[in-house]
Each structure stands twice: as structure tokens, then as C-alpha cells.
């Protein structure tokens, strides 16, 4: 079945190319494969269109749907697909890259690469009516096979041709299709949740954070509020590091390059880090370069190197919220997503081979029950294993492996194989949490590493008084805090549980009268750990009330003449709404219970 979706879905490709042919002739074709729940296209239009356009191409190609139009697949050679496509500079680039045998340039995706071969010396085309496109297929017999009340056109959106900034920016016209009406609109319905949801536009509206051209695509600029949320997780996160035996450290943003080379991370992962800066253009005694670190590992070695390690001190478990730089492309930057300057709850754990299992299961353990701390209780298990460029040996790969299963399965956590998507110095055990409306997130990622011990000469003096390389393990239990924090978003909806929440309680006064109660409410609040606002301004109650619910305070008290003699509060609760009037320290042990409890 899922074979024959993704293939009505690459078929639609064509159909939706042929509706384009029709309704906007001299328009030139890039490629259009199946996606994830549907497919797109890409095109060259002499006039650019807009999302209003959609209704009438998807009409369109819903006329074409019900002409029966076959979909014939022919073998030619090269020198005629270059006649068929003389006049499309786009699918003839395509025909070039195949006959010089370079497929990686014959496409901008993974996916339309699948569907771009050449046979020998002939190249794959299929006519659908009018419409000629170079394919090597599959597709369906003919557009009998397609239920029209299944296909949506969702999204118009710029596309670079091959992906590269440096070529012409195309139309993309994405489309969604399924077997039946009823699984199109269960698909819309979640659609229209999931953009509620978005943690760029609840951000905005919730006051948490922006990011600024002038400053630089895929920095954060964290407001009062998002500044507060974040603290309260590194708090949190912290805190349970520190009652897990962990040591805090805390390294530069930026080192020597050689330290980089050393590592291999200019080697494998080059493409992934900021330039070095080169001092000398400033000072030409300046004889070295420098480097964003990408990531805190070397770091923390050498502060484990400063001194002579012996088998009874380990295992030594360092930790930071350590603050990394990696280049990420402008077109796949994504709110806190994906960014370029973020902060990871990194550390690495130095043990003997003797103490690698118990580690790695203590490590589990530890972020189960923090995810599960944040209201994650349903995640996905996998192990990743030897990638095609790799350091170090197989023997030592093998080994790693071996331990992170073992972990697992006395936990048993189950888990599914990842094949090849190691890092590439060792293999890791990837959680992917599911949110809310079950969709997957990568959150925790722990790796076993033999590699850098050995680069950097790391040792320990081990029983029989002889140097030996400790194991490394890196882990970082949430990620990437940015990341975690627009999962969070969207996991919530925005409606934090009070103890995450960055603003717990507003004081509302009716009028001027009530002001000095309303601060002194506010103050033993606060005194009391609580973080509560005074909302004392010049509007009216209900104004002030709905500006409330709006930002998903979790209490709202309004006190006024009765509050004020009978010094109590009238509470309003975010998801129960009016719980009445209530006496402040018994609402006092109410938050505190709530808090307390995390829930």
C-alpha cells in the first residue's frame, strides 16, 4: 500500500506539471518527485504566481484526472531526449549531468535522484497526454487509479534549481494526495493544528523571542520571558546533573584551529563549521588561527588532562551548558529548530571499560526521567551505527556497539537499528520524543566514543599501575535547548504547566483602591519563590483578564474590596477558569504543591 501511494503521488507530480503546461504556456520544468504524504514540482514561470492561483491549476488537474490519461513509459536515446527537450534548459542540464554519469548533479533531491536513470546509452521518458517528462518511473497505468478527493495543492514556495543559492530561484508548488477523502481531511485537520502550534508564531505572541536580519539569520534574541523559560530548564536540568554526580564546567566559544584538526572535526565535519578567524589580518605577530567551536568535546578533555588519573577516580562526569556554532545554510534555518548559535546540555563521562554499561544505563535512566519530567512519555529508540567515513578501528566500533545494546536491552527499552547514521566517531543511541499530536522529535543523543581518548592521548593509571585510554561517552539528554524549547512551544501549545512557566500569576486590581493590596499580594508571591506580575495599569478588568488568557497565564487573582478586607484573593485558574475566592497562603500551598509536583 505504501507503495502504490508513493506512486500515485509521483504520478500527481506529472499531472500537476501537465496543468501548469496548460494554464501557463513557456513555462520551463525542473523536477517533481513524491514527498511525504504528497509531492511537488518545480517551475520557471515567465509571471509569478501567488497562493490564490492554487484552486484554479489543482481544478485543472482534476479535469485531467478524469480524462483517463495513460502513462506511457518510453526508452530513447540520448541524442533524441535531447530533441524532446531542447527547448526545457532545465531537464536538458539533467540529460547532460546523466550522460556524463554524475546523478548527484542531475537533481536537487535524494528523492528525484531515485526517480533520474539512464539505461546504457538510452534515457527513461514518460508521456502523460501532452505532457513529456524524464523519469524513470514507477508510475501508475493511468489516472483512473487517482481519487481526485484526495488531492489538496497545499503550499507555494522559492526553490533554489539543485539546491544551490548560486542558481535561478524556481516556483515549487507542493500537493498532498491520499487513497480517500476522509484520510485528506484527518491530514488538513492536523495541518491546520500543527500551525496553530507553530513555536515562531506563539513565540510572537507570547513575547519569548525574535530573530533580526541585522543581526544574523538563525541567531536568537531571547526577550525578558524566553530568557526566564530558558532559565528555568537550565535550573532544572542542572540541579538533576548535579544530584547524578555530574561536575560543572564552563569553556571559551572559541579555540586554536589546531585543536579542531586534532579532533577531526576539520577533517569530517568541516562542512559544518563557521571559517576560522584568521588573527594575523590584525596583528601579523598573530600566528594562529581560530575556531568557533562546534562543539564542547576537546574542551572538556583538556581540562580532564590537567592532571594524572588513576582508576579510582573514575568515572569523572563533566557538564555544561556549553554554547556552539554551526554553519547552517540560510534556506533550512527554522526558528529555534534549526539555527545557527545554540546551547547544548552537553557532557561527557570518562570510565574504564569495566564501567561503560553501568554508565551508559544510569544515563538512560536519567533521561527518561527527565523527559518525562516535561510531559514526553512516548519516544522512539534508536541505535545508529558505523557510518562509511568513520576513525578509528572496527574492532573498537564493534565494542561500542555491543555496550549500547547491551544497555538497552537490560533496561528493556526497545529499539530499532539505524543503519549507517553513526557520527563518525562512534555510534550512538538517538530518543526521538513524541509531542502532543504525536509527531516525532530528535531530542537526546548518547554516544560511545574511543576515538578521541586516542587522538588526544587521554589516560588514566589503571589496577596493575599501567597507563590505559579511558572510554568517552558524549551526551546531551535535550538536545539543543533552542530546539527543546520550540518542541516545548508546540508541545504546549504555549500553555506552559506553572512550574515551566515563565510569567505564573498576574495580581489584577479592580481599581486605584485596591494597587496597594494588589502589591502587597504580588509581593509575598514572590517572596514565596512565585513568579507573579502586577497588572496594575489604567483599562478596564476584563481587558486585563483576556490580555491574561491570551499570554496562557496560569492564575489570574483579582482582588478588590472583599479580597482587600478579608485578605484573600479570587482566583482564576488558566484551564478550570473561576475557582472563587480563596485565602492567599492557602492559595500560596496550592501553587507550591503544583509546583512541586511538576505535573
Known amino acids: 500500500m505504501v507503495i502504490k501511494i508513493n506512486t500515485i503521488r509521483h504520478s500527481l507530480s506529472h499531472i500537476l506539471a501537465y496543468a501548469v503546461q496548460e494554464l501557463y504556456p513557456g513555462t520551463k520544468f525542473g523536477i517533481g518527485p513524491a514527498i511525504e504524504n504528497g509531492f511537488y514540482y518545480d517551475f520557471d514561470m515567465i509571471n509569478s504566481i501567488a497562493l490564490d492561483s492554487l484552486p484554479k491549476i489543482e481544478k485543472k488537474m482534476k479535469e485531467l484526472i478524469k480524462k483517463d490519461i495513460k502513462f506511457r513509459k518510453k526508452i530513447v536515446s540520448r541524442t533524441e531526449s535531447k530533441k524532446?527537450?531542447?527547448?526545457?534548459?532545465?531537464?536538458?542540464?539533467?540529460?547532460?549531468?546523466?550522460?556524463?554519469?554524475?546523478?548527484?548533479?542531475?537533481?536537487?533531491?535524494?528523492?528525484?535522484?531515485?526517480?533520474?536513470?539512464?539505461?546504457?546509452?538510452?534515457?527513461?521518458?514518460?508521456?502523460?497526454?501532452?505532457?513529456?517528462?524524464?523519469?524513470?518511473?514507477?508510475?501508475?497505468?493511468?489516472?483512473?487509479?487517482?481519487?481526485?478527493?484526495g488531492l489538496k495543492l497545499t503550499e507555494i514556495a522559492g526553490a533554489y534549481w539543485k539546491g544551490s543559492e548560486k542558481n535561478k530561484m524556481l516556483t515549487r508548488i507542493y500537493g498532498v494526495a491520499f487513497g480517500r477523502e476522509k484520510e485528506l481531511n484527518e491530514y488538513l485537520k492536523l495541518q491546520t493544528e500543527i500551525e496553530k502550534r507553530d513555536h515562531r508564531i506563539l513565540a510572537k505572541k507570547l513575547d519569548l523571542f525574535h530573530i533580526e536580519d541585522n543581526i544574523g539569520p538563525g541567531l536568537i534574541l531571547w526577550h525578558p520571558k524566553g530568557a526566564m523559560l530558558k532559565k528555568i530548564i537550565e535550573g532544572f536540568i542542572i540541579d538533576e546533573y548535579l544530584k547524578n554526580e555530574y561536575e560543572l564546567v564552563s569553556t571559551p566559544h572559541i579555540a586554536k584551529l589546531d585543536l579542531w584538526k586534532t579532533s577531526g572535526?576539520?577533517?569530517?565535519?568541516?562542512?559544518?563549521?563557521?571559517?576560522?578567524?584568521?588573527?594575523?589580518?590584525?596583528?601579523?605577530?598573530?600566528?594562529?588561527d581560530y575556531q568557533l567551536k562546534p562543539m564542547n568535546c576537546p574542551f572538556h578533555i583538556a581540562i580532564y588532562k590537567q592532571e594524572i588519573r588513576s582508576y579510582r577516580d573514575l568515572p569523572i562526569r563533566y557538564t555544561e551548558l556549553g554554547t556552539v556554532y554551526r554553519y547552517e545554510r540560510s534556506g533550512t534555518l527554522h526558528g529555534l529548530a534549526r539555527v545557527r548559535g545554540f546551547t547544548q546540555d552537553d557532557a561527557h563521562i570518562f570510565c574504564t571499560p569495566e564501567q561503560l554499561e553501568k554508565e551508559l544505563i544510569s544515563t538512560l535512566k536519567l533521561t527518561i526521567h527527565i523527559l518525562k519530567t516535561f510531559g514526553f512519555k512516548d519516544y522512539a529508540v534508536y541505535l545508529?551505527?558505523?557510518?562509511?567515513?568513520?576513525?578509528?578501528?572496527?574492532?573498537?566500533?564493534?565494542?561500542?556497539?555491543?555496550?549500547?545494546?547491551?544497555?538497552?536491552?537490560?533496561?528493556k527499552i526497545s529499539y530499532q537499528i539505524d543503519p549507517g547514521e553513526g557520527v563518525f566517531y562512534g555510534p550512538k543511541i538517538d530518543i526521538k520524543i513524541k509531542d502532543s499530536i504525536g509527531r516525532s522529535w530528535q531530542c537526546t543523543t548518547i554516544q560511545v566514543d574511543f576515538n578521541l581518548p586516542e587522538r588526544f592521548q587521554v589516560e588514566y593509571i589503571n589496577q596493575k599501575s599501567k597507563k590505559e585510554q579511558p572510554i568517552m561517552i558524549h551526551r546531551a539528554l535535550l538536545g539543543s535547548l533552542e530546539r527543546f524549547i520550540g518542541v516545548l512551544i508546540e508541545h504546549y501549545a504555549g500553555s506552559f504547566p506553572l512550574w515551566l512557566a515563565p510569567e505564573q500569576i498576574w495580581v489584577i486590581p479592580i481599581g486605584l483602591a485596591h494597587q496597594k493590596y494588589a502589591e502587597e499580594v504580588m509581593k509575598k508571591l514572590n517572596e514565596s519563590g512565585s513568579r507573579c506580575k502586577l497588572k496594575g495599569r489604567n483599562e478596564t478588568v476584563s481587558k486585563k483578564i483576556r490580555e491574561g488568557e491570551i499570554q496562557k497565564i496560569p492564575y489570574l487573582l483579582v482582588v478588590g474590596d472583599n479580597e482587600k478586607k478579608n485578605k484573600t484573593v479570587n482566583v482564576r485558574q488558566r484551564d478550570k477558569g473561576n475557582l472563587g475566592e480563596m485565602g492567599l497562603e492557602k492559595f500560596k500551598e496550592k501553587i507550591k504543591l503544583e509546583i512541586n509536583k511538576r505535573e
Not at 126 to 141: M, Q, R, T, W
Not at 273 to 281: D, Q, T, V
Open 84 to 149: 524532446i527537450f531542447r527547448n526545457q534548459p532545465y531537464k536538458s542540464e539533467i540529460i547532460k549531468d546523466l550522460i556524463k554519469g554524475d546523478e548527484a548533479k542531475a537533481s536537487s533531491s535524494p528523492l528525484a535522484n531515485a526517480r533520474l536513470a539512464q539505461q546504457g546509452n538510452k534515457i527513461t521518458i514518460y508521456e502523460s497526454g501532452s505532457f513529456i517528462d524524464l523519469c524513470k518511473g514507477p508510475h501508475i497505468k493511468s489516472t483512473k487509479e487517482i481519487n481526485p478527493d
Open 265 to 288: 572535526h576539520t577533517g569530517f565535519y568541516k562542512e559544518g563549521m563557521f571559517p576560522p578567524i584568521h588573527l594575523m589580518e590584525i596583528n601579523q605577530d598573530e600566528k594562529n
Open 384 to 411: 545508529s551505527t558505523m557510518p562509511k567515513k568513520y576513525v578509528g578501528t572496527v574492532k573498537n566500533w564493534e565494542k561500542a556497539t555491543k555496550s549500547l545494546k547491551n544497555a538497552l536491552e537490560k533496561l
